[in-house]
C-alpha cells in the first residue's frame, strides 16, 4: 500500500530562520511527486510537480528536491506571509494521489 | 476564470439527512475528484470522474454518490448522514490525467454531521 508520511507534523519559525519539511514516501513506481500549499480555510494549491530523483525546482523562498525515497522542501528566510500549511502527494496511477497529512508551518515577525 | 467553486461552503446535518454539494468548474476539464480531509490524515479520494457521465470510486466511496451529467459540474450526494461524515470536501479538476498536469481545487464545504 502507498504510503506517504510528512515531518514534523508543525513547525515555528522565527522570520529569516531557514528550514526544511520532509515528505518519505512507499510507492511502486512513482510517477510523481506534487507539493501544494494549503492556507486556513481554503483548498490546496499547486506548487511543484517533481518526476525523477535528483530533480530540483524553486520558487521564490521555497526549494523542492526529491530522492528515491523523499522529499524536501526547503524554505530560504521565510517571512510571515509563508506561513501556511503544506502538503506532498504521489502520484502512481492515473487517478490516484496518496497525500501525506501535511506539515503547518508558522513565521514569527 | 472563477476556476473551481463549491456550495455551499458550510452545513450542518442532522444523522439521516441527505445533501448535496455542488462543484462547478470554468476550466473545461475533464477530470473532476472529490476529496475528504480529516485532521491528522491526508486528503483522501472518495470518487471521481474522467468525463461527462461516468464516475468511479475512489479510496473511501461508502456512504457517498456523485454525477456528472454535465461536463462542468459535479455533484456529491449523501444519501443518509452519519456522524464519521464529519469533513471538510474538497472538489478538484485537472484538464488531462497526466502527471503533467496538476489538480486544481475548490475552497472546500465544511460538513458537520450531529
Known amino acids: 500500500e502507498d504510503q506517504v508520511t510528512q515531518s514534523p507534523e508543525a513547525l515555528r519559525l522565527q522570520e529569516g530562520e531557514s528550514s526544511s519539511l520532509n515528505c518519505s514516501y512507499t510507492?511502486?513506481?512513482?510517477?510523481?511527486l506534487f507539493w501544494y500549499r494549503q492556507d486556513p480555510g481554503k483548498g490546496p494549491e499547486f506548487l511543484f510537480t517533481?518526476?525523477?530523483a535528483g530533480e530540483e525546482k524553486e520558487k521564490e523562498r521555497l526549494k523542492a528536491t526529491l530522492t528515491k525515497k523523499e522529499s524536501f522542501l526547503h524554505i530560504t528566510a521565510p517571512k510571515p506571509e509563508d506561513s501556511a500549511t503544506y502538503l506532498c502527494a504521489v502520484q502512481v496511477r492515473a487517478h490516484k494521489l496518496s497525500f501525506g497529512a501535511g506539515t503547518t508551518v508558522t513565521v514569527r515577525a | 476564470n472563477a476556476g473551481v467553486t463549491q456550495t455551499p461552503k458550510f452545513r450542518v446535518l442532522k444523522t439521516g439527512q441527505s445533501m448535496t454539494l455542488l462543484c462547478a468548474q470554468d476550466m473545461n476539464h475533464e477530470y473532476m475528484y472529490w476529496y475528504r480531509q480529516d485532521p491528522g490524515m491526508g486528503l483522501r479520494l472518495i470518487h471521481y470522474?474522467?468525463?461527462?457521465?461516468?464516475?468511479a470510486k475512489g479510496e473511501v466511496p461508502d456512504g457517498y454518490n456523485v454525477s456528472r451529467l454535465k461536463k462542468q459540474n459535479f455533484l456529491l450526494g449523501l444519501e443518509s448522514a452519519a456522524p464519521s461524515q464529519t469533513s471538510v470536501y474538497f472538489c478538484?479538476?485537472?484538464?488531462?490525467?497526466?502527471?503533467?498536469?496538476?489538480?486544481?481545487f475548490g475552497p472546500g464545504t465544511r460538513l458537520t454531521v450531529t
Open positions: 517533481l518526476y525523477s
Open positions: 510507492v511502486s513506481g512513482l510517477r510523481g
Open positions: 470522474s474522467v468525463g461527462e457521465g461516468t464516475t
Open positions: 478538484a479538476s485537472r484538464p488531462f490525467a497526466g502527471v503533467d498536469y496538476e489538480q486544481y
